[in-house]
């Protein structure tokens, strides 16, 4: 690092401009970090320009997904020190603080004569976008609807478990009350008290990505990271898989907090991208592998898709008759389902509308929102 | 430790093989009196780095397990009631007893059981792990927190304990959920990666003295290739790693063949499905 040959900047003044840099980046990065940052940087000394990158990685990350920010902004605000200062690396807005408004280069900025209004048009527009169906959108819509998904929030469905947990009052819990004052030589103390403990319930989702549903594919995947993330804050798990000829386990992959970023390595792991749909197949080889064995026992399973069979309606049928009997709840989404004129008609759908508990219209941000109510009131 | 060198070198001399970054935040902990949170896949030898740091400073190693539903009671302290009943006893049998003298003399130091971290408190200097810190719930993370800021723990019974000298405190985590971002910047941060090729055949030389140079690099290149697929449920770990390589070796082998790998996948593999697509793969992977 050339600090020396910058006669402008006293060094404390390029770190914490670079600590400010960072924060702008998108990396919480608070005051007594930055103060973390300059000690550091003391204790390895201000010449060795790998040594000060590791101890900024140390001081000012918190997480992996902050990583990779602090490398680009590194690079960037040490690598070149001559020539005029350049644009702020700027990524794009982390999930967490991303606005529930539309972005405000959308609707009336620019003008800035009322704001009043540009902020009641935002809001209008952003009202009817939450209706819209989401395979019509035009490509600026849609960046905007995708900011609007934070605004979905899952909490968890829960089930009371078996085991008892201590509480402050309730039914009296004898045996540790016993334990507590055998524990003093049986001498009576304070009475103990359990209750009936909860547990988050699993949320499985299937998500069908074949060709007839391309348009929602994306869509459902940033449902499912959204679900995923908030089912995650509560303590609770969403498993998801895209399922059309091949059954894909994409959890994983949804568990990065960034929402372009987890679905860019959702794309990568799914192999059958708008391919044609043999659901009853995938569906018979999830309930084998996984969903018998655990994963759908006891959990709310969330099925995407039009129904549009290609194989054998029959063993669709059969197939979801059996994941019924392991589920809790069985809840089938159908994009199709909101629009006018829609009846139940294809054949996937004829055999598998008997086996679930619930139907519903899955096309918009609005029918999004239900769902998340049925799954957590299941 | 006066620089990240010398940390590596001290590390190293205990088997453990530190990168430069990772020398260089351990160098910051201890210089910085700051605990360090190291995360990462599980397997990637973040508690193994606490045990070797006590062993190449020659400290105890104080170890606090997290777990769901894990309390102050048993990470800090605890008096030993029935030893208090019994002193009481004692005094009553002995007679005259002066109450507020009696009530004194049962908050007593030989009355106080020093749990983990408390041990770790009064030992200092020590290394303190506090492994799966994840586990815990988020009201425990609070209460580190008070501790690994002042370095003292407040008994009201019997007054503030406080280091000599703070413990380096090392905190692991495996993600299983955020941690409180106050913790975190309280902290140290680093993401313990897997390791490459030759890092980790270095590794299991160094670890595992008994595997044989060959042995240990066409075990390792196997699992190298086994982390960048992503079909599997549990990438191994370089515990895993270690155990599979030492699981050959207990059976005679020097040269990895089909019919031994295909046997001993289970050191390696812990889910059936993970078994059955690489036992499918297998040959072609030996084949590179």
């Known amino acids: 690092m050339s600090v020396g040959a910058e006669e402008l900047h006293a060094p404390d003044e390029v770190l914490l401009g670079f600590a400010r840099a960072l924060r702008a980046a998108g990396v919480p990065v608070t005051q007594d970090r930055a103060h973390g940052f300059l000690a550091a940087v003391a204790a390895v000394g201000l010449d060795d320009r790998r040594a000060t990158w590791w101890a900024g990685r140390a001081t000012l990350c918190g997480s992996p997904d902050d990583l990779a920010r602090f490398d680009q902004v590194f690079a960037a605000w040490f690598d070149h020190r001559d020539g005029p200062p350049r644009a702020r690396p700027r990524e794009t807005p982390r999930p967490a603080t991303a606005h529930l408004l539309p972005d405000a280069e959308s609707g009336g900025a620019g003008r800035g004569d009322e704001d009043e209004d540009v902020l009641r048009v935002a809001a209008s527009e952003s009202e009817v976008l939450r209706h819209r169906d989401v395979a019509t959108l035009d490509a600026h819509d849609k960046r905007r609807l995708d900011a609007m998904f934070v605004r979905l929030a899952l909490r968890p469905p829960t089930r009371r478990t078996a085991r008892h947990r201590r509480w402050h009052r309730g039914s009296v819990d004898a045996s540790r009350t016993l334990r507590a004052s055998l524990r003093r030589m049986g001498e009576p103390g304070e009475i103990a008290w359990r209750r009936r403990g909860t547990r988050p319930r699993r949320v499985v989702l299937l998500v069908d990505v074949s060709g007839s549903m391309s348009a929602y594919a994306d869509a459902l995947l940033r449902l499912a990271h959204r679900l995923t993330q908030s089912a995650r804050a509560h303590g609770g798990v969403v498993e998801t898989f895209t399922v059309g000829t091949r059954l894909t386990h994409v959890t994983r992959a949804l568990r990065s907090p960034d929402p372009d970023r987890a679905l860019v390595a959702a794309g990568e792991v799914v192999p059958d991208w708008s391919g044609g749909t043999r659901l009853g197949e995938t569906l018979r080889v999830f309930l084998d592998r996984w969903g018998q064995r655990g994963m759908a026992r006891g959990s709310v399973v969330v099925v995407f898709s039009d129904g549009w069979e290609r194989g054998d309606a029959a063993l669709l049928g059969e197939q979801m008759a059996r994941l019924q009997r392991v589920a809790h709840r069985v809840v089938w989404v159908n994009p199709h389902r909101g629009k006018a004129g829609y009846a139940p008609l294809q054949g996937g759908v004829v055999a598998a509308l008997p086996h679930c508990d619930d139907f519903l219209a899955g096309h918009s941000l609005a029918t999004f929102a239900d769902l998340t109510e049925v799954i957590a009131r299941a | ?288």
């Open chain 2, 1 to 288: 430790m006066d620089s990240a060198a010398d940390v590596a070198a001290r590390l190293g001399a205990t088997g453990y093989l530190a990168d430069d970054e990772l020398a260089t935040v351990v160098f910051l902990a201890s210089r910085m009196q700051r605990p360090l949170l190291l995360e990462g896949e599980p397997g990637t030898g973040k508690t193994a780095l606490a045990e070797a740091l006590a062993q190449a400073l020659d400290l105890p190693l104080v170890r606090l397990q997290c777990y769901e539903g894990i309390d102050a009671s048993q990470a800090l302290y605890d008096w030993d009631f029935p030893r208090q009943i019994l002193h009481l006893r004692a005094l009553e049998a002995a007679g005259a007893v002066d109450s507020d003298e009696a009530e004194k003399s049962l908050y007593d130091e030989r009355f106080l059981l020093a749990r983990p971290v408390l041990a770790a408190l009064r030992q200092a200097p020590a290394v303190l792990l506090v492994d799966e810190v994840d586990r815990a719930d988020d009201e425990f993370e609070a209460f580190l927190l008070e501790v690994l800021s002042t370095w003292q723990v407040t008994i009201p019974e019997f007054g503030t304990v406080t280091a000599p000298e703070p413990p380096l405190v090392v905190l692991t985590s495996n993600r299983t959920r955020e941690l409180h971002d106050a913790l975190k910047r309280r902290c140290l941060y680093h993401w313990i990666d897997h390791p490459g090729l030759e890092r980790e055949v270095e590794i299991v030389r160094s670890r595992a003295p008994e595997v044989g140079e060959q042995l240990a690099r066409q075990v390792v290149s196997l699992v190298q290739q086994l982390r960048v697929r992503d079909d599997l449920l549990k990438p191994p770990g370089v515990a895993e790693t270690l155990d599979w390589a030492r699981a050959l070796t207990h059976l005679g082998t020097t040269d990895l063949d089909l019919a031994t790998a295909a046997a001993t996948l289970g050191a390696l593999l812990k889910y059936r499905e993970d078994g059955d697509r690489v036992k499918a793969a297998l040959d072609r992977m030996l084949s590179r």
